[in-house]
């Protein structure tokens, strides 16, 4: 899918406001805005499917779990926005499982919030490069990252994030290469 606005959407079945992949998915400049469901409000990435996105704008997705996207498969996200997304529970931005490889390049995730996890809750490895991670708020723990498997960061910023409890910047463990961690 490309050049094409997914907007203002209201899921049906639980899964996947914006879009439900249950497959493999490419999309580039694409905006996804406005959705909503229980999890994934913009995006949800069906277990063992895949899912690239380049140039790609989430903002403004609510869910209960996985604001933006909620990933049970892999993940590659290269040049996008993920912002103002909203989760009730994990993830703001972003909600991952840990069933998938996740790995994002180039991405700026900005002003996301859930009770956990307000940028990015990751339950299995990814890898952050020449990324930005900035203003998520955590209502209790990992106002920009909730990591709960392997998670290397290279060249990447994360700073300005707050959680009420704990782990204001990251919860959790992490490896990181010439990055700034506020």
Known sequence: ???????????RH???G???NRGTATLTNV?????????GGGIDNEPGKSL???????ARN??????????????????????????????????DNGLGLDTILNTTI???????????????????INSTISENHAAYGGGGLRLYGPTTLYNSIV??????YSGNEIYGSYLASTSIIG
């Open 62 to 95: 609510y869910a209960y779990t996985g604001g933006g996207i909620y990933s049970r498969g892999n993940l590659a996200i290269n040049r996008s926005a993920i912002s103002n997304n909203i989760a009730h529970d994990y993830g703001g931005g972003i909600f």
């Open 52 to 58: 690239t996105l380049t140039n790609v704008t989430i």
């Open 31 to 39: 905006t996804i805005s406005g959705n909503q469901n229980a999890v």
């Open 14 to 16: 639980g899964t996947g």
């Open 1 to 11: 899918l490309s050049h094409a606005t997914i907007s203002d959407n209201i899921g």
């Open 159 to 164: 700073l300005g994030n707050t959680a009420g």
């Open 18 to 20: 914006g879009i439900d």
């Open 110 to 128: 900005f002003d996301n919030s859930a009770n956990i996890g307000g940028g990015m809750f990751f339950g299995g490895s990814s890898t952050i």
